[in-house]
Structure formats: C-alpha cells, structure tokens
C-alpha cells in the first residue's frame, strides 16, 4: 500500500452511505461498494462481530424483498410487506458502515500510538523508500 | 497493468489499447471469472428473452427491474427519446405541461446520457460489466501489496494497543496475522497461521463478487447502466491513486452528471493523490470538475432546446423523491403514506441526510490521512 489510507476509507464511506441514504438505492450499487471494504484489512479486523451476522442475515430480507414485490404486482400481497422488508435492508446495510467508521477511528487511535512509540512511523516510510 | 489508468477510458482506441496491456496481465483465475460472468450474463439474456414471450410464464412479473433506477435504466432512455425525436415533445417539460394532463413520468435521464445509450445493444452492457470487472481487479491489484521482512520485523518494537483498540480478528487476513502475547515485553509474530483471507487474493474476489453476483447480472441482462456509475467512480478513485487530477476531475464530474451524489468524492480523492499539498489539489481538482461538469451541462442544453428544464427533471427528481417507484428503500413509502402538509419538511430532511456524514468524517479522517503518507504506517497500527 503505497497512499492508500483513510482517505480511501473516506472514499468508501461515502459510497455506501451515499448508496444506502439516497432516494433511490438499489443492492447492485450498495454490495459492490462494500465490497471495497476488503481493501481496509486494517480497518476490517477491528470490526465488530455484529457487522458479520447483519452481512449473513441480509439475504433473507432481500430474498423476501423480491418474492413481496413479486406478489404485490401478482395481486396476493400489499405495499406494507415491501416497505418492511425494504427497512429491514436497510438495517442491516447501515450497520456494516458505521461499524466501519467506528473502526477507523479506533485504527486512528492505534496508528497515533504506534506513531507516538519508540519507532516512528516516518522512520520506516523514509526506510522502505530507501 | 498500473499504467494502464482510467484517463483515457474514453477514447475508444485508447481504451483497446489499455486493455490489451491488461489482458496480459490478467491472471487465469479473472479470466475464468469473466468466462463464468459473461456466461451467466448471456443465459439471464435468454430467460429473460423466453419469460417475456412466453404468456403463461410465472415470471412474466418483471421482479428485478425493481432494484433498477429510471435514471439509469435503458427502457427510460428509449421511451426518452421517443417522446423527444418521434413526438417532438420536450420530454422534461411533460409532467408540468398542462396540455398534456397532469401525469408526471417525464424524462428523468440526462440527455447526453439518453443519446449515448438508448440505442446501446444488449451486449454493450455485458461489455460495460466486463471493463467494470477489470478496473475493480486493477484499482484493488494496485493497492494489495506485502509489506517487506524488514518493516514486519519493526512490528516487535512497538507497543502494545489498549484492548479497547486492539485488533481481535486479525486471523482474517494472512498481513494482519500476528499473535498479541500481552505476558512478554515485545510482541511475537507468529508464522504462518490459519487466515481466512489472502491478500494477494483480493482483488480476484472482489472482481469475482462483482461478476457472479446476481444482482449486477440482472441489472445487466435488464439493461442498466448501474455498473457504468460503478465504473466511472471507481476509474476517479483509481485515477486519483495514480495522481492524475485531470482525469479524476472529468470521471468524477461525468458521474456527478448522471447522479448528482458523486461530487462529495472531491474532498478524500483530493487527500488520495497527494499529501504535500491537499489544498492545492482540492483547488485545482475542483477547477478541472467544474469546468468539465459545465462543459457537460452547457452541451446538455444545446441539446435540450436551449432549456434549463432537465436539471429540475433530474436533479430535482433525485432530491425531491417526486415520481418515485418502488424501490429498496424506504423514502418512497415514507411521501406517499406521510401527511402532504408535511411534505416539505422530510423533503429537506431525506434530500440532505446522505451529505450530513460527508464534512464530519473528512475532518474527523482527515488530519490521519495527512499524516500517512504511507499506507505502511498500517504495519505500525496493527500492534
């Protein structure tokens, strides 16, 4: 990793809240955003285990999402269903990033002191340019 | 493979060529990803071709185009263009034309977008999807890289976290696998141990993810253009990682055409392509997206009859939730079941919410990433 950093962490915040919150989300855009997450390990080890079950548990809203919707238009369902498995999404979708920005901060944390120690940060920067 | 960036994406000839300097790159497990991608594509193409001729087909019910926006969807753009070349109607005027009733499904695509794409064969998308694929391997290729033995080693030097900020699933990657013995003085890393998830093997899952998720290959089969914005913003992304202002402003300003959330990626892409001198970049970076925004608007509207009236059709329709279908979210639901009197005020509310988060984490993450002009320092932090 040459520059990547928390402005990359930035960058993929912004993409899955601005996927997540704007007026007309779709999944395509939210999983293939959040994907890029992969690209933080550091960032992803100090993620909570809450974030983990939100991505398993988020085929079953999105599966009942399609088959309400599927059913609405075919006359056996209402609106109601759709908006509610809609919400449960959405849930489950926003926790993944803000656990993601509670982690980069607590990487921030650790970077300050790992940067605050005997060794300094910039010591290896100038070393592995050398 | 790095060199191969995004500034000339649009350039066809351009765009061949860098490709073709990819390919050679492109390791056997993409290719087999691509194959399998571009496979199942072609047989989404064919069921969907056979359910809608087929009348008594339970799939007759058009499910997925639900996750598809009208602004980017290749159906809206050719009923766009019919209603502006055969009908000869401004299509963005429709909804508040009284002459033609008071329905409001007017055009909501811009209208370069509705010129270049409309026409767009169904294999053109499952192109787009491909390119996608291979700019997502190439943008997360061109960050995973190992750390040396040397900086691995100055990991024993440094102290131990606070538990509140350790690390405590760092089996997950093979880089960040390090043991944390809080008994001895200076930290042990450990061999190789059990890893959930190779480095090196990143980027091929994330473009995998991409190509075999069903999502993006119904939403190519049902011809939107969801993986082209996914291509633009990652393109800025990797444009501003190889320092190249020029072509992250006009990648970034093409997508914050077509959707208007995209400009809040000037303040991180600016941090990304240089830590000397952010203010300068965020200057120069923001000259470069705004005159090629309005270069694009302004041909925008030559285009629609020296009117201004698509960026309320547009932008308006994407801050306002007016017209809205059906979709994953929940504002759609929320204006039409809501009180009308109190319209206005959740319009505000919902129009702002995704920008509230944008200047609170830039100054929160911005002084790190100021500071780390070198992701190595995440070598450090995993203490």
């Known amino acids: 990793m040459n520059r990547t950093d928390f402005a990359f962490n930035q960058v993929t915040l912004y993409a899955i809240f601005g996927t997540v919150f704007k007026c007309h989300p779709t999944i395509h855009e939210v999983l293939s955003f959040m994907s890029l997450m992969l690209l933080s390990p550091h960032i992803l080890i100090r993620m909570r285990p809450f974030s983990f079950i939100s991505l398993i548990s988020l085929c079953v809203p999105i599966m009942t999402l399609f088959v309400d919707y599927h059913m609405w238009m075919c006359g056996g369902g209402n609106a109601n269903y759709v908006y509610f498995m809609g919400v449960a999404t959405m849930v489950f979708v926003s926790t993944i990033p803000i656990d993601f920005l509670t982690a980069s901060i607590k990487h921030l944390k650790a970077a300050t002191l790992g940067s605050s120690t005997s060794i300094n940060a910039n010591d290896i920067i100038s070393s592995s340019n050398e | ?383």
Request: hydrophobic residues 50%; contains cysteine.
């Open chain 2, 1 to 383: 493979m790095e060199a191969c960036t995004s500034r000339i994406i649009f350039t066809p000839v351009a765009m061949i060529k860098s490709y073709n300097l990819i390919a050679k790159d492109i390791p056997n497990g993409l290719w087999v990803s691509l194959i399998v991608g571009i496979t199942l594509r072609l047989f989404a193409v064919a069921f969907i071709e056979v359910s809608s001729s087929n009348e008594a087909s339970w799939f007759k019910v058009p499910v997925v185009p639900f996750d598809i926006p009208p602004s980017l969807s290749q159906s809206h753009y050719q009923e766009c263009q019919f209603l502006r070349e055969e009908m000869g109607l401004n299509a963005y005027l429709i909804g508040s034309n009284s002459d033609l009733g008071s329905f409001h499904h007017n055009c909501h695509a811009m209208p370069l977008m509705v010129t270049c794409f409309a026409g767009l064969p169904r294999f053109g998308f499952i192109l787009i999807d491909v390119f996608t694929a291979i700019m997502l391997y190439a943008f997360a290729a061109s960050i995973v890289k190992y750390p040396s033995v040397e900086e691995r080693q100055k990991i024993h030097e440094v102290k131990h976290c606070p538990a509140k900020i350790r690390p405590f699933y760092g089996w997950i990657y093979d880089i960040t696998n390090f043991s944390y013995d809080d008994t001895e003085d200076k930290g042990s890393l450990c061999e190789k141990k059990i890893s959930l998830i190779k480095w090196c093997n990143v980027p091929l899952m994330i473009s995998t993810f991409f190509l075999v998720s069903p999502f993006a290959i119904f939403a190519s089969a049902y011809r939107s253009l969801q993986s082209f914005m996914i291509l633009l913003q990652i393109s800025a992304i990797f444009s501003a990682r190889e320092g190249d202002l020029f072509a992250t402003g006009l990648l970034l300003s093409v997508a914050t055409y077509v959707d208007v959330y995209p400009f809040v990626y000037l303040l991180p892409l600016s941090l990304l392509t240089s830590n000397k001198s952010p203010k300068n970049n965020l200057l120069r970076l923001s000259v470069f997206f705004t005159a090629s925004i309005a270069v694009l608007l302004g041909i925008s509207f030559v285009m629609n009859d020296w009117s201004w009236a698509f960026t309320k059709s547009v932008y308006g329709w994407n801050i306002q939730s007016r017209d809205s279908q059906p979709n994953v979210g929940i504002l759609w639901y929320t204006f039409v079941m809501g009180f009308q009197r109190f319209r206005k005020f959740y319009v505000v509310l919902f129009a702002f919410y995704p920008y509230i988060f944008v200047v609170p984490i830039y100054l929160r993450l911005k002084s790190s990433a100021l500071e780390m002009v070198s992701g190595k320092i995440i070598i450090v932090s995993n203490v």
